[in-house]
């Protein structure tokens, strides 16, 4: 196999997206100050896209902006301008909802690609076909499709394909429940989600409290068994969920899914054993229970988080790697999480996998203090580094 299929991977911020395409994304996507969805997030505004299109395009690789509100009245102000300004910072794709941005990118951004958002619940082949009238080069199905459902959209779809693999659930169809907007007045189709079905809810039966809370969020998807199916159904781009996760798990999962994907292309074939390291590298970086979506069929009960849950964040992630002195032997490192002189850690980066060193020798880069431990978050220290190590490398726990 030579076609080189496409991990798209999301970018809540510049650094996060340029992590996530030096770890083998082949594109990103990300919000814009506008018409996007994910209000929480660090939304990019247009100095900002066009720098993440500079370093991207450098790389060959590709960067699509959101611009999948369920829009209303007053939310067309700027709207072309902003869409030419999306053309000339060189954007390749926008993911829309809406068939009246549709329309008018077509007329004032023509050379950007249309994506039509999951918001629009792709769940045929007719509904494909609609926008692809429309202008739409590709669709992203929802997720609440089964591999049995997408087999039949992919033998006859008009456009490229593209279907989430991992990352948050919904727990209704993908951003149109309203529980949100009736509980706190946040509204799930202008990025606003509270996720009130991963609160904890008090069951009453016959008036009385039962002894433990409930809630019904969805387990995450996690669906890395199926890629070497998906690949030979020809999808043509496979989407990571999480605008707001951090940069140590978009390194995890997208170099995780990369090397699947490398892997299944290369030898046509993908061992337990590789699945089972796989799933743990991305486990690392998890802190929520995962399952398989509508992939398997419509998922039961053991699929939701009925019952309460640990998600208690891996502090595993200890270092970011900023610069490398060769001449001495060490790196510079900015501190994420607690550890000490002594411990055993892991480096890790896009091109290597971890490689084991020992704390030693750790030097405050500011007041040239030796420490012991690095306790102060941010905190930018020099650490002895055996071997060539590149800015954007990461240390973890040795666990």
């Not at 896209?49 to 699509?64: D, Q, S, W």
């Not at 951004?109 to 249309?114: D, G």
């Not at 799930?188 to 409290?209: F, I, K, M, Q, V």
């Not at 969020?217 to 496979?238: N, V």
Request: charged share 25%; net charge negative; glycine share 6%.
């Amino acid at each position: 196999m030579s076609r080189r299929f496409e991990l798209l991977a999301p970018a809540g911020n510049l650094e996060k997206a340029k992590i996530a395409l030096l770890y083998g994304a082949d594109a990103v996507y990300g919000g814009g100050k506008k018409f996007s969805l994910r209000a929480r997030a660090s939304n990019f505004d247009l100095d900002e896209i066009r720098e993440l299109c500079t370093f991207a395009h450098n790389l060959g690789k590709r960067v699509y902006i959101t611009m999948n509100i369920i829009p209303r009245d007053g939310d067309f102000d700027g709207l072309d301008e902003y869409l030419k300004a999306l053309e000339v910072a060189k954007v390749d794709a926008i993911i829309v909802s809406s068939s009246y941005i549709m329309e008018r990118a077509k007329v004032v951004a023509p050379h950007v690609e249309l994506h039509l958002s999951t918001q629009k619940s792709a769940t045929n082949l007719a509904t494909i076909n609609h926008y692809y009238q429309k202008g739409i080069t590709r669709a992203v199905l929802a997720r609440e499709l089964t591999l049995e459902e997408i087999t039949k959209v992919a033998k006859a779809a008009p456009c490229e394909l593209e279907v989430f693999i991992h990352g948050g659930m919904c727990a209704s169809y993908s951003g149109h429940c309203l529980l949100s907007n009736h509980m706190t007045n946040r509204d799930a189709n202008r990025g606003g989600c509270a996720h009130s079905c991963r609160w904890n809810y008090t069951l009453c039966e016959n008036g009385c409290d039962l002894p433990k809370f409930f809630n019904f969020g969805s387990k995450d998807l996690m669906a890395l068994r199926y890629i070497p199916t998906l690949i030979d159904l020809g999808i043509a781009s496979f989407k990571i969920e999480g605008r707001m996760k951090s940069t140590y798990y978009l390194a995890c999962v997208v170099r995780a899914y990369r090397k699947l994907i490398d892997l299944y292309l290369e030898k046509g074939e993908v061992s337990e054993s590789d699945f089972e390291y796989l799933t743990r590298e991305i486990e690392k970086a998890e802190n929520r229970q995962t399952c398989s979506g509508f992939y398997d069929g419509i998922p039961n009960e053991e699929y939701q988080l009925y019952d309460n849950r640990n998600e208690i964040p891996t502090q595993e992630y200890v270092a970011f790697i900023l610069d490398y002195d060769e001449a001495k032997g060490r790196a510079l490192i900015e501190q994420r999480n607690h550890f000490s002189v002594g411990e055993e850690l892991e480096v890790f980066g896009p091109q290597y996998d971890g490689k084991i060193i020992k704390a030693t020798n750790m030097v405050d880069a500011e007041t040239g203090e030796a420490l012991e431990v690095a306790r102060h978050p941010l905190q930018k220290m020099w650490i002895d580094m055996p071997f060539k190590v590149e800015p954007g490398d990461l240390i973890r726990k040795n666990k």
